[in-house]
Protein backbone atom coordinates (compact mmCIF):
# COMPACT_ATOMS: atom_id res chain seq x y z
CA UNK A 1 0.00 0.00 0.00
CA UNK A 2 1.35 3.72 -0.32
CA UNK A 3 0.49 7.07 1.15
CA UNK A 4 -1.54 9.55 -0.55
CA UNK A 5 -2.16 13.31 0.14
CA UNK A 6 -5.38 14.77 1.09
CA UNK A 7 -5.37 18.44 1.35
CA UNK A 8 -8.73 19.52 3.67
CA UNK A 9 -10.11 23.02 3.49
CA UNK A 10 -13.18 24.25 5.35
CA UNK A 11 -15.30 27.57 4.99
CA UNK A 12 -14.79 29.95 8.16
CA UNK A 13 -17.52 30.58 10.35
CA UNK A 14 -17.03 34.07 11.20
CA UNK A 15 -15.18 37.03 10.76
CA UNK A 16 -12.45 36.23 13.20
CA UNK A 17 -12.00 33.00 11.50
CA UNK A 18 -11.11 33.86 8.55
CA UNK A 19 -7.74 35.38 10.00
CA UNK A 20 -6.61 31.55 9.91
CA UNK A 21 -5.60 29.44 6.76
CA UNK A 22 -7.97 26.87 6.96
CA UNK A 23 -5.93 24.20 4.54
CA UNK A 24 -4.52 21.07 6.42
CA UNK A 25 -2.73 18.32 4.61
CA UNK A 26 -2.77 14.90 5.88
CA UNK A 27 -0.81 11.83 4.62
CA UNK A 28 -3.06 8.45 4.91
CA UNK A 29 -2.92 4.84 3.17
CA UNK A 30 -4.01 4.65 0.01
CA UNK A 31 -7.59 2.47 1.76
CA UNK A 32 -8.58 4.90 3.58
CA UNK A 33 -11.90 5.75 4.42
CA UNK A 34 -13.61 9.19 4.96
CA UNK A 35 -14.58 7.87 8.24
CA UNK A 36 -10.78 7.48 8.54
CA UNK A 37 -10.49 11.27 7.88
CA UNK A 38 -13.51 12.24 9.66
CA UNK A 39 -12.13 10.91 12.99
CA UNK A 40 -8.72 12.23 12.38
CA UNK A 41 -10.14 15.91 11.76
CA UNK A 42 -12.24 15.14 14.87
CA UNK A 43 -8.91 14.21 16.81
CA UNK A 44 -7.02 17.15 15.62
CA UNK A 45 -9.92 19.56 16.57
CA UNK A 46 -10.33 20.80 12.78
CA UNK A 47 -14.08 21.43 13.15
CA UNK A 48 -14.19 24.94 15.04
CA UNK A 49 -16.14 25.32 18.17
CA UNK A 50 -19.30 27.43 17.10
CA UNK A 51 -21.99 29.28 19.54
CA UNK A 52 -25.16 27.10 20.02
CA UNK A 53 -22.71 24.03 19.24
CA UNK A 54 -26.03 23.04 16.12
CA UNK A 55 -24.39 22.74 12.82
CA UNK A 56 -23.59 20.62 10.41
CA UNK A 57 -20.18 20.56 8.39
CA UNK A 58 -20.76 18.81 4.54
CA UNK A 59 -17.64 16.75 3.23
CA UNK A 60 -17.58 17.93 -0.70
CA UNK A 61 -15.07 17.20 -3.03
CA UNK A 62 -15.53 18.14 -7.43
CA UNK A 63 -17.39 14.96 -8.13
CA UNK A 64 -20.00 14.44 -5.12
CA UNK A 65 -22.10 17.18 -3.04
CA UNK A 66 -21.96 14.82 0.06
CA UNK A 67 -19.33 12.67 0.98
CA UNK A 68 -20.30 12.47 4.32
CA UNK A 69 -22.08 15.00 7.22
CA UNK A 70 -21.74 15.63 9.99
CA UNK A 71 -24.45 16.94 12.93
CA UNK A 72 -21.98 19.04 15.58
CA UNK A 73 -25.48 18.31 18.18
CA UNK A 74 -25.43 15.20 18.03
CA UNK A 75 -22.26 13.96 17.11
CA UNK A 76 -23.45 11.87 14.12
CA UNK A 77 -21.73 11.35 11.26
CA UNK A 78 -24.26 10.69 8.18
CA UNK A 79 -23.20 8.31 5.34
CA UNK A 80 -23.46 10.81 2.28
CA UNK A 81 -22.19 8.00 -0.49
CA UNK A 82 -21.80 4.30 -0.10
CA UNK A 83 -18.69 3.82 -1.77
CA UNK A 84 -16.16 4.49 1.52
CA UNK A 85 -12.51 4.50 0.15
CA UNK A 86 -10.81 8.26 -0.87
CA UNK A 87 -9.20 6.74 -3.58
CA UNK A 88 -12.44 6.08 -5.38
CA UNK A 89 -14.49 9.21 -4.01
CA UNK A 90 -11.39 11.65 -4.84
CA UNK A 91 -10.66 9.77 -8.11
CA UNK A 92 -8.45 12.51 -9.90
CA UNK A 93 -7.88 14.83 -6.93
CA UNK A 94 -7.74 14.51 -3.04
CA UNK A 95 -8.61 17.95 -3.05
CA UNK A 96 -12.17 17.98 0.10
CA UNK A 97 -13.86 20.71 1.07
CA UNK A 98 -16.15 21.39 4.33
CA UNK A 99 -19.29 23.14 3.78
CA UNK A 100 -20.48 24.77 7.21
CA UNK A 101 -24.45 25.17 7.41
CA UNK A 102 -25.22 27.12 10.42
CA UNK A 103 -28.17 24.83 11.65
CA UNK A 104 -30.06 21.55 10.17
CA UNK A 105 -32.87 23.67 8.24
CA UNK A 106 -30.13 25.13 6.32
CA UNK A 107 -28.67 21.97 6.03
CA UNK A 108 -32.20 20.58 4.59
CA UNK A 109 -33.42 23.68 2.84
CA UNK A 110 -29.84 23.01 0.27
CA UNK A 111 -30.72 19.05 -0.03
CA UNK A 112 -34.15 20.34 -1.38
CA UNK A 113 -32.75 23.02 -3.49
CA UNK A 114 -30.94 20.42 -5.28
CA UNK A 115 -33.93 18.68 -6.13
CA UNK A 116 -36.09 21.08 -6.31
CA UNK A 117 -39.16 20.07 -4.90
CA UNK A 118 -39.00 16.70 -6.84
CA UNK A 119 -39.56 14.29 -3.79
CA UNK A 120 -39.66 11.28 -5.74
CA UNK A 121 -36.17 11.96 -6.82
CA UNK A 122 -34.83 12.89 -3.29
CA UNK A 123 -36.02 9.36 -2.36
CA UNK A 124 -34.19 7.55 -5.37
CA UNK A 125 -31.16 9.49 -4.46
CA UNK A 126 -31.71 8.57 -0.69
CA UNK A 127 -31.59 11.81 0.77
CA UNK A 128 -35.13 11.41 2.38
CA UNK A 129 -33.27 9.64 5.47
CA UNK A 130 -30.76 13.04 5.50
CA UNK A 131 -33.88 14.88 5.44
CA UNK A 132 -35.27 13.03 8.45
CA UNK A 133 -32.01 13.36 10.57
CA UNK A 134 -32.08 17.41 10.00
CA UNK A 135 -35.85 17.58 11.51
CA UNK A 136 -34.93 14.77 14.11
CA UNK A 137 -32.38 17.44 15.12
CA UNK A 138 -34.25 19.81 14.99
CA UNK A 139 -36.77 19.04 17.64
CA UNK A 140 -33.65 18.41 20.17
Same mark, same amino acid.
Given at each position: ????????????? /??ADDMTDHIK??????????????????????? +?????????????????? /???????????????????????? /?QDSYDVYLQ???? +?????????? $?? !???TYSLWRDGW?? !???? /???? $???
Open positions: MKNVKIKVNRQSV /CMVYQLRDNATYKTLFHILKKDKYF +PNVAGHNSVWVLTNNHYH /CIFSYFTKTNHLSMGIVEQKLKNI /CYYSS +PKEWKKKIES $MY !EGDLD !EIKY /CEYV $MTL
